[in-house]
């Protein structure tokens, strides 16, 4: 799902919405949520996940081109943990494999 199919399905669900309300709610969530991480704060939304920074810390790697050790300095990354609802909704919607399908 994009960012659009978002907005579309939300407008539709809330029909008082126009779709520019939408849009713009959606931006302002989005966007608050990008400014908390940039912060370095911790967002947890119960029954979907959380989203937090993991520090990756420097390296040496290697220039796939010419072979020569490259510094990779430190970053931070974001990262999202599922919570225990969406883990669960997930998995209950596995395809059932068909035993027959592999003979």
Known sequence: MTRSDL????????GQLT??????AVKTVLDAMSDALARGHRIEIRGF???SINRRPPRVGRNPRSGDKVV??????????PGKA??????ARLPVEDDSAAT
């Open 86 to 91: 969406l883990r669960e909704a997930v998995d």
């Open 19 to 24: 779709q520019r309300d939408t849009e713009f």
């Open 49 to 51: 996940g959380s989203f």
């Open 7 to 14: 907005v579309a399905r939300l407008a539709e669900r809330f």
């Open 72 to 81: 990779i300095p430190e970053k931070l990354v974001p990262h999202f943990k």
